[in-house]
C-alpha cells in the first residue's frame, strides 16, 4: 500500500500542492477548493493536512449514511458523493482535518490519492510530500509525527 508522507521540514508554503489538487479535482485553480491544505503556523513553519488515510478511520465509523467506505483493491477511503447527506458529522471525528465541506457540491470532499497518482506530489518542487509504499519504519514515523503536531496543537490552544 502506497500513502503520501510529508516532510514538514522541506515545506516553503508555495501553495502549488493545493493548485495541482484543485485544478485536477474541480478543473480549476482555487485553492480553497483543494483536498490538501496548507497550514501556515506563524513563520516558523508550513505543514500540509490532508487525509491520512487512517486503517481506522472515524469518519467513515461516525457517518450515518454509510457514506464513508474504503475501496476494495486500493485501501483508498473515499466519499461516495451520492450517499453522503452533508451532515458535516465526518469533519468532526477526524483528528487531523483532513475532511472538508465543499459548498458548491453539497458534499464532505477529501484527499482519495487522485486514484493512485496524487497530483500534489507531482508537483511539489521541494517533495516535501512523497507518495511511497507504506512500510512499518514509514508508519512508525506517521504515527510518531501525529503525535508532534498533536503537542504542537494543544501548545497553540
Known amino acids: 500500500m502506497k500513502m503520501i508522507t510529508i516532510n514538514p521540514e522541506r515545506c516553503t508554503g ?9 485544478l485536477k479535482n474541480v478543473k480549476e485553480f ?3 477548493r483543494a483536498r490538501i491544505q496548507v497550514i501556515g503556523f506563524e513563520e516558523l513553519f508550513s505543514l500540509p493536512v490532508m ?3 487512517c ?3 472515524y469518519c467513515a465509523e461516525v457517518c450515518p449514511g454509510g457514506a464513508i467506505v474504503r475501496g ?3 485501501n483508498i477511503v473515499k466519499i461516495l458523493k451520492e450517499k453522503c447527506m452533508g451532515c458535516k458529522t465526518c469533519m468532526l471525528a477526524c483528528p487531523f482535518g483532513g475532511i472538508v465541506f465543499s459548498t458548491q457540491e453539497k458534499v464532505a470532499v477529501k484527499c482519495e490519492l487522485c486514484d493512485g497518482s496524487p497530483e500534489c506530489v ?3 518542487p521541494t517533495r516535501a510530500l512523497e507518495f511511497k509504499e507504506a512500510d512499518i ?5 506517521k ?3 501525529t503525535e508532534k503536531l498533536k503537542g504542537i496543537y494543544e501548545g497553540i490552544k
Open 55 to 57: 486503517d481506522k478511520p
Open 137 to 141: 519504519a514509514m508508519l512508525n514515523k
Open 51 to 53: 487525509c491520512f488515510q
Open 30 to 32: 482555487n485553492p480553497s
Open 72 to 74: 476494495e483493491g486500493t
Open 14 to 22: 508555495c501553495r502549488l500542492c493545493e493548485l495541482a489538487c484543485s
Open 143 to 145: 504515527r510518531a509525527f
Open 122 to 124: 507531482s508537483f511539489c
